[in-house]
């Protein structure tokens, strides 16, 4: 039992390069969530999805795309990176109020 | 939309001492849960303990309790016996208790963190 995985751990972009981080969790968790994590601040919901092809708008959407395609994963998509895009990302999992975590992407953009 | 602040940017205590972190948080919600999370320098986010606001007894999770004052909207977190491993940034964080998602909401169970408090823990 992995738990929430995120792939890649960590990835340089340039400015105007497009990404996807894939996050994955075996838990059979309805609920998943993409979050941001800037320097001095706490963590910032960007997407998040209750289900199976279903997705919705968090705090900071602007600039992402998500897809859940199938349950057990959630796709962050930059689709033209920007250097206020620079950031830890988590992913995290629930099947009601308490989230698990995976273990964060760090993404730096030139 | 909901504010969670934590006034305290850092704090130190001695091994074996006690060390309590402050979070206070704004709503007009009646119904939600409250958590502190840890993240220590491997990035981790660690669940510590959760309170559900419909529950007046404080939650207790080994060396960890909070004291939660519904009325003041106060979430404090206690750590007794602290130990070495206890060093790490402690997130405050609110949920409201919703039931369903709309398609242009940012409800649903999202997480609002407070910008947390660093807590070394010294020998």
């Known amino acids: 039992n992995a738990g929430v995985t995120q792939t890649p751990k960590f990835r340089v972009l340039k400015t105007g390069q497009s990404m996807t981080l894939l996050c994955a969790q075996d838990m059979n968790h309805e609920y998943m969530y993409w979050y941001r994590q800037d320097p001095g601040m706490g963590l910032r919901l960007i997407h998040y999805s209750v289900g199976e092809g279903t997705t919705a708008k968090g705090e900071v959407p602007d600039g992402y795309n998500v897809s859940r395609l199938k349950k057990q994963n959630f796709l962050l998509g930059l689709e033209s990176a920007a250097p206020s895009q620079t950031s830890v990302y988590f992913c995290?999992?629930?099947?009601?109020?308490?989230?698990?975590f995976g273990p964060g992407t760090r993404l730096t953009v030139l | 939309a909901q504010t969670v602040t934590q006034s305290q940017p850092e704090m130190s205590v001695q091994e074996a001492e006690t060390v309590t972190l402050s979070c206070t948080y704004d709503t007009s919600e009646n119904n939600y849960y409250l958590f502190w999370y840890k993240q220590p320098p491997s990035r981790q986010m660690i669940l510590v303990i959760r309170q559900e606001a419909y529950k007046q007894q404080n939650a207790t999770e080994n060396r960890f309790s909070v004291n939660f004052q519904k009325a003041a909207k106060s979430f404090s977190l206690k750590i007794s016996d602290s130990q070495l491993g206890d060093t790490a940034m402690y997130f405050c964080a609110f949920m409201k208790h919703e039931l369903t998602a709309t398609s242009n909401s940012n409800s649903g169970y999202a997480l609002n963190f407070g910008k947390g408090t660093s807590l070394l823990v010294t020998p």
């Open positions: 995290a999992s629930s099947i009601w109020y308490t989230q698990y």
